[in-house]
């Protein structure tokens, strides 16, 4: 069964340093989507950076990339440079391969705080 | 700029009373998606709609049901309101034209059942 682990349940991080995310993911579908999303205190679900499963480069967004490792089932979210305005939630997810309709499979989740 | 509205962000509802979630979608998007969270489960999926009247089940639809009357409205319903579907609902839409796929949500409804 598709699954995505997050095992960090909360991260701190000094303002303007990087930060990594960990996300591992199970399938044995070929073709997959995976994506980030934020979700500061306001509840609202905000989508940060996607990476195809057979994308030949690591995916990147501004301030944010994917460290995508196709052999270990891991996709990365490192943040750099990190603003106050990061701390939040944040979500991996996975495109289930099959039943289309793009219905995501998220993981726990992981508590972001930057500190000044 | 692209918009997915829910109704209300905070309700109380008391057990057995029957609760709409509204959701409005003003992209055209043909899905449609209703995620309940809960600390430490992240989201999962109650139901879908792939087009108007059309819905399918999600991982979690027990207690729940949906109504898709028009293309940028669904609807969640609780029939009989339980102390265990106090939770955060997000609404999401997507278009399979879309460039990565991405769903786009709304900003969360938090219902409290006493």
């Known amino acids: 069964a598709q699954k995505i682990t997050q095992t960090q349940p909360g991260m701190f991080v000094q303002e303007k340093e990087a930060v990594t995310l960990d996300c591992t993911y199970d399938t044995s579908d070929p073709s997959y989507g995976l994506f980030w999303y934020k979700q500061p205190s306001s509840g609202e679900m905000i989508f940060l950076i996607y990476q195809g499963s057979y994308d030949q480069q690591n995916a990147t967004e501004g301030r944010y990339s994917l460290n995508f490792q196709k052999a270990r089932k891991s996709a990365n979210l490192v943040i750099s440079a990190s603003q106050l305005g990061d701390s939040a939630m944040y979500f991996c997810?996975?495109?289930?391969?099959?039943?289309?309709?793009?219905?995501?499979?998220f993981g726990a989740g992981t508590r972001l705080a930057v500190h000044p | 700029d692209v918009k997915v509205t829910q109704s209300s962000r905070y309700l109380v509802k008391r057990t057995g009373e029957k609760v709409f979630l509204e959701c409005v979608q003003d992209?055209?998007?043909?899905?449609m998606f209703w995620y309940r969270q809960d600390p430490g489960l992240g989201l999962r999926l109650i139901y879908f709609?792939?087009?108007?009247?059309?819905?399918e089940k999600g991982d979690i639809p027990e207690g729940y049901s949906v109504s898709r009357e028009k293309k940028e409205r669904f609807s969640l319903i609780l029939e009989s309101a339980s102390t265990n579907q106090t939770s955060m609902y997000l609404c999401a839409s997507f278009t399979s034209t879309g460039r990565t796929g991405e769903l786009f949500f709304g900003e969360g409804s938090r219902l409290t059942v006493l």
């Open positions: 992209m055209d998007h043909e899905n």
């Open positions: 997810a996975m495109r289930r391969p099959r039943g289309g309709y793009n219905k995501l499979i």
């Open positions: 709609s792939y087009d108007v009247k059309m819905k």
